[in-house]
């Protein structure tokens, strides 16, 4: 059974930082390329941040500079470190695991940025 449980996320002043966690389990971890996307009230889900299998990272031109996606293979977890969060960052963050056409998908965590 596949699982992908997110942590980590809750109520964060702007300016301020968060790290989400999502950890795996049931799947080959390290052959997986793994994402976060996020999803704000009325708007589609978007992509935030990926890194493939070897490492590579790519970002969404908004968290460019501010979000730093890292993997563990050994702990079968990622993590999105979040600086100089903003208002229009509040959104429920979801984890993504993907290879060829399999996607998983967990429940979500959410951030949210406010004074």
């Known amino acids: 059974q596949v699982q992908l449980v997110e942590s980590g996320g809750g109520l964060v002043q702007p300016g301020g930082s968060l790290r989400v966690s999502c950890g795996a389990s049931?799947?080959?971890?390290?052959?997986?390329?793994m994402g976060w996307y996020r999803q704000a009230p009325g708007k589609q889900r978007e992509l935030v941040a990926s890194i493939t299998s070897g490492g590579s990272t790519n970002y969404t031109d908004s968290v460019k500079g501010r979000f730093t996606i890292s993997r563990d293979n050994a702990k079968k977890t990622v993590y999105l470190q979040m600086n100089s969060l903003k208002p229009e960052d509040t959104a429920v963050y979801y984890c993504?695991?993907?290879?060829?056409?399999?996607?998983?998908w967990g429940k979500g965590t959410l951030v949210t940025v406010s004074s």
């Open positions: 049931g799947i080959p971890f390290s052959l997986f390329a």
């Open positions: 993504n695991a993907a290879i060829s056409k399999l996607t998983y």
